[in-house]
């Protein structure tokens, strides 16, 4: 019988990355500060910072002139090198590069009465290069932050006005970037948000842990209604592009066979598919009242709520890859989310931040959300971070060909089974300030940058073996890996 055995010939290669976490020039051009450039990096290099956000320490971090205690102020300087950076990513063969756009460039409070030109004129820069190159933008609407007078306004998503302040955001993106961008997503990761601020933008420290989901799964009901209203947006303004949703997946494996410990792992993977659930099906599932209940939720909707999910949802599912986790039903709560917090697993390894290493696990899910959705999929975020050493004027990162080249494998298994898969970006092409940590020395690239996590170095960049090695995946439509 017949079944593919290749990647399709206009398979999408290519990087992605996020603005915070490379452009820089964070007051530069009338942009407003946001919710990453208020965070410090983490004291410790295995726990994610982004929740130690206070009322006080933003207005410490807005007080703030500096980008002294905030790495994600500095980026990699794209804004300054974008020009190089994406030539690097010609050079490499990318089809496609993922960015997002910086709603503080745009509306520097989140709801300003008009957009700032010279932020558009930026985005107008980036996507001539792109096009110069032929590579296409993926754009990401919302990729954890948000401009900060709207947390300090409204506390951000966990206020109803905020949907009507990011629609005015993607309509303007939307008209003004009409016929050039062919695929958006609108929130990155947003499973992220029963986490809290770096993905709701609102705070809830002190409140009890009950209250903090009521607040988050609030916050999060106004980002799926937002989501649903920009995808019905981009099919009138832009009718030829895509939307898709975006979830930080992680397969959950039961502990044992035990029955017992296999139910506890169905419903982590239920918790953590419930937002796939609600954005590609267009409706709350079922098993999800019965948690509520259990935790004493209740959300809050207004009549059109539901019509508007299900008239509206996304053309293609994107989600990130970066590990699986064990659960059993005697150890708790299951774990969401794609950092090292959930029980290990003693068959795989794991990078130097503790995140387990699963190829294979790649696979399962790409089997597992094509079965459940039946709409074309796209890995939008899969890599390793690893501290990288420069030694005469070279990086020789094989341990991250080997990590790449295990998933891409596993891919195009995947490909082989039958899933439709329409593209793979692989996060931080260019080494960026991490998201949980705001380390500069938790590197991803293919492309090594010097600077270090105090911000010091000449941001030189420099091409590791792992540069020559995609390239040569691209050009061979992932056969010569
Ligand atoms: C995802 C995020 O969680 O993983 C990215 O969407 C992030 O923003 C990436 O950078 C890797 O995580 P980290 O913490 O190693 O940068």
């Not at 980008?67 to 990318?94: Q, S």
């Not at 410990?261 to 099906?281: G, P, S, Y």
């Not at 899969?382 to 596993?410: C, M, P």
């Amino acid at each position: 019988p017949n079944y593919p055995h290749d990647f399709p010939q206009d398979f999408l290669w290519g990087g992605a990355t996020a603005a915070n976490q490379i452009e820089g020039a964070w007051n530069q051009d009338g942009k407003g500060l946001t919710t990453a450039e208020v965070v410090r990096r983490a004291s410790d290099r295995k726990k994610m910072s982004m929740g130690d956000v206070t009322r006080a320490s933003i207005e410490a971090a807005v007080a703030d002139t500096t980008d002294t205690h905030y790495p994600k102020r500095r980026g990699n300087d794209f804004y300054h090198r974008y020009e190089e950076d994406i030539a690097l990513m010609a050079e490499m063969g990318f089809k496609v590069f993922r960015f997002s756009i910086a709603w503080g460039r745009i509306f520097p409070n989140g709801d300003d009465p008009t957009p700032n030109a010279a932020g558009l004129a930026f985005y107008d820069r980036v996507i001539s290069t792109l096009e110069k190159y032929h590579i296409k933008p993926l754009v990401t609407l919302s990729h954890y932050e948000m401009p900060i007078q709207l947390t300090l306004k409204q506390n951000g998503w966990a206020s109803r006005a905020t949907i009507a302040a990011f629609t005015r955001f993607t309509e303007t993106v939307f008209t003004h970037f009409k016929g050039r961008v062919p695929y958006y997503l609108t929130f990155n990761e947003i499973n992220t948000g029963t986490w809290g601020f770096h993905e709701t933008g609102a705070l809830d420290d002190g409140l009890s842990a009950d209250a903090q989901l009521q607040l988050r799964y609030q916050a999060l009901h106004h980002q799926f209604v937002a989501s649903a209203l920009a995808t019905k947006q981009l099919h009138t303004i832009d009718p030829a592009a895509q939307m898709g949703c975006m979830l930080a997946r992680m397969q959950t494996y039961p502990a044992t066979p035990k029955p017992e410990d296999v139910l506890a792992a169905q419903q982590a993977d239920q918790r953590n598919l419930f937002f796939t659930d609600v954005q590609a099906r267009g409706e709350y599932p079922e098993y999800m009242n019965r948690y509520f209940a259990e935790h004493h939720i209740q959300i809050a909707m207004q009549p059109d709520d539901q019509a508007v999910l299900k008239a509206n949802p996304v053309d293609f599912i994107s989600f990130s890859y970066y590990m699986t986790t064990v659960t059993a039903a005697d150890q708790g709560a299951a774990i969401n989310g794609n950092m090292a917090t959930g029980g290990r697993n003693p068959y795989l390894k794991e990078s130097a931040w503790g995140w387990q290493i699963d190829p294979i696990g790649l696979r399962i899910t790409l089997n597992a959300m094509w079965d459940r959705y039946r709409k074309p999929l796209f890995i939008v975020e899969n890599g390793l971070g690893a501290e990288d050493k420069l030694e005469d004027g070279q990086v020789h990162d094989s341990y991250r060909i080997d990590y790449l080249r295990a998933h891409i494998q596993q891919m195009k298994e995947a490909i082989s089974d039958g899933v439709c898969l329409l593209g793979y970006t692989m996060w931080g092409p260019i080494d960026l300030i991490s998201f949980s940590t705001s380390e500069m020395s938790k590197r991803y690239g293919f492309v090594y940058v010097d600077q270090d996590d105090e911000g010091h170095g000449s941001l030189r960049r420099i091409k590791k073996d792992s540069f020559a090695w995609y390239r040569k995946v691209i050009a061979s439509n992932g056969a010569d890996l």
